[in-house]
Each structure stands twice: as structure tokens, then as C-alpha cells.
């Protein structure tokens, strides 16, 4: 079993940042792979960023490259998500989750078995 923790959303204006955290507890040695989703209401989940564990290679979807950065702590068992220029179509609620290896694409969320209780972010215009 793996136990995940988003902290860190809240209200920002547009332009503003926001940084992330995930905490992992549990059977952490079983994390490789972790990725950051979000929903928007009345949206499907959206793939965000991932990045390996050991050595820390990171993807992002497009509509984020360039503003929002993936890191991890290892000593931590944390994950977080920088966030920077936000805009109001990044608001939603924010998840972690870990990928099962060898499952398949990355951005496709059905590949990730854990996942946290979310943690909204609104960007005001």
C-alpha cells in the first residue's frame, strides 16, 4: 500500500505561483514513476508532469512546458510541482498519483494505481 498527501493549493491571481507537495508513505521503495494530474469541473483528469524516482527525468504536457516544474525529494518521499504564470484554465483540483510500471503511456491516468485526495487550485483572472 502506498499513501499519498497533496498539500499546497489555494487562490492565486493569474500570474501568480503556487508550489505543490505530495507526500508518499507506505511502501515507498515501490515508487518509480510519479505524475501529477488535474480535473477541471466537468473535465476528464488531465496529465500534468511525471518524473522518475531514481533519476529524476521529467515529461510535461504541453500546455504546461515551460511554467510548471517537477521535482522530488527523496530523503523526503515528497514530490512537487512549481507552478508558476499561472492562468485561470489551470485552476482545478490537483492530484498525485504513482504510476504502474510497465502499464503504458504516461499521460494516460487509467496507468496510475495510487492517488491522493486532490488539492484545488483556482486562478483568478
Known amino acids: 500500500q502506498v499513501q499519498l498527501v497533496e498539500s499546497g493549493g489555494g487562490l492565486v491571481q493569474a500570474g501568480g505561483s503556487l508550489r505543490l507537495s505530495c507526500l508518499a508513505s507506505?511502501?515507498?521503495?515501490?515508487?518509480?514513476?510519479m505524475g501529477w494530474f488535474r480535473q477541471a469541473p466537468g473535465k476528464e483528469r488531465e496529465f500534468v508532469a511525471r518524473i522518475t524516482w531514481a533519476g529524476g527525468s521529467t515529461y510535461y504536457a504541453d500546455s504546461v512546458k515551460g511554467r510548471f516544474t517537477i521535482s522530488r525529494d527523496n530523503a523526503k518521499n515528497t514530490v512537487y510541482l512549481q507552478m508558476n504564470s499561472l492562468k485561470p484554465e489551470d485552476t482545478g483540483v490537483y492530484y498525485c498519483a504513482r504510476y504502474l510500471s510497465g502499464s503504458g503511456a504516461y499521460p494516460d491516468p487509467r496507468n496510475y494505481d495510487y492517488w491522493g485526495q486532490g488539492t484545488q487550485v483556482t486562478v483568478s483572472s
Open positions: 507506505g511502501r515507498t521503495f515501490s515508487l518509480s514513476v
